[in-house]
């Protein structure tokens, strides 16, 4: 079993919508997570990181994580086309050690 | 360079012939990543250096696979008698850590083809 689960989609919705994405993990140690997101023929590039517990919000992006559950999620309010993209979910214990990415989920919003 | 440089950005391969591909990381970054992508696999880890420690290389997903970093700085990944199974994008990404979260930056990617 990997150590971060995420469903790999693809997840398609209509423009407007609200997204959910999600990824669950084993590792109690994890400390950060961050949320990646890439575009066709592009490298991934940060998108929100959350320190432990709660959330936070920038936009129309809200990230969630519940350490208790080891789940964490990513939510997308008002969806827009130039939101498909494939997002990865990503953690790590602290600084100095090495990220976990998860597989990555495919979002396509349609129009 | 601002960013990390990956090249040759596509290749296309005999089944059974070596491949090099090579990353350069951002200037000081201590950690650097490799992974393979494709559509049915997601995002996979294969190999990570970070500065001078043993490197971990639990994603090799078979002795074919190798790595180094030389000098702390740019690597290279090398597939010996490649299959077609081994056909994706080989993404690599690099970081430095600080106080608090790391960002990993990462590379266009190779798109690698085995025919």
């Known amino acids: 079993q990997k150590e971060v689960e995420q469903d790999p989609g693809p997840l398609s919705v209509p423009e407007g919508a609200i997204v959910s994405l999600n990824c669950t993990y084993s590792n109690s140690a994890f400390q950060y997570f961050m949320w990646y997101r890439q575009y066709s023929r592009k490298g991934p590039e940060l998108l929100m990181y959350?320190?432990?517990?709660g959330n936070k919000e920038d936009g129309r992006f809200t990230a969630q994580v519940d350490k208790s559950s080891k789940y964490i999620s990513l939510f997308i309010r008002d969806s827009q086309p130039s939101d498909s993209a494939t997002y990865l979910c990503?953690?790590?214990?602290?600084?100095?050690?090495?990220?976990?990415f998860g597989g990555g989920t495919r979002l396509m919003v349609k129009p | 360079g601002a960013g990390v440089s990956q090249s040759p950005s596509n290749k296309v391969t005999e089944k059974g012939k070596d491949v090099e591909l090579r990353c350069d990381p951002i200037s000081g970054h201590t950690a650097l990543y490799w992974y393979r992508q494709s559509l049915g696999q997601g995002l996979e880890f294969l190999i990570y250096?970070?500065?001078?420690?043993?490197?971990?290389k639990s994603g090799l997903p078979s002795d074919r696979f190798s790595a180094e970093r030389t000098g702390g700085s740019v690597s290279t990944l090398t597939i010996q008698r490649t299959q077609q199974e081994d056909s994706a994008v080989y993404l690599c990404?690099?970081?430095?850590?600080?106080?608090?979260?790391?960002?990993?930056?990462f590379g266009q990617g190779t798109r690698l083809t085995v025919v």
């Open positions: 959350t320190y432990s517990s």
């Open positions: 990404a690099s970081s430095q850590p600080t106080g608090g979260y790391t960002e990993a930056f």
């Open positions: 990503a953690m790590e214990m602290g600084a100095g050690n090495m990220l976990t």
């Open positions: 250096f970070q500065g001078n420690s043993a490197p971990d």
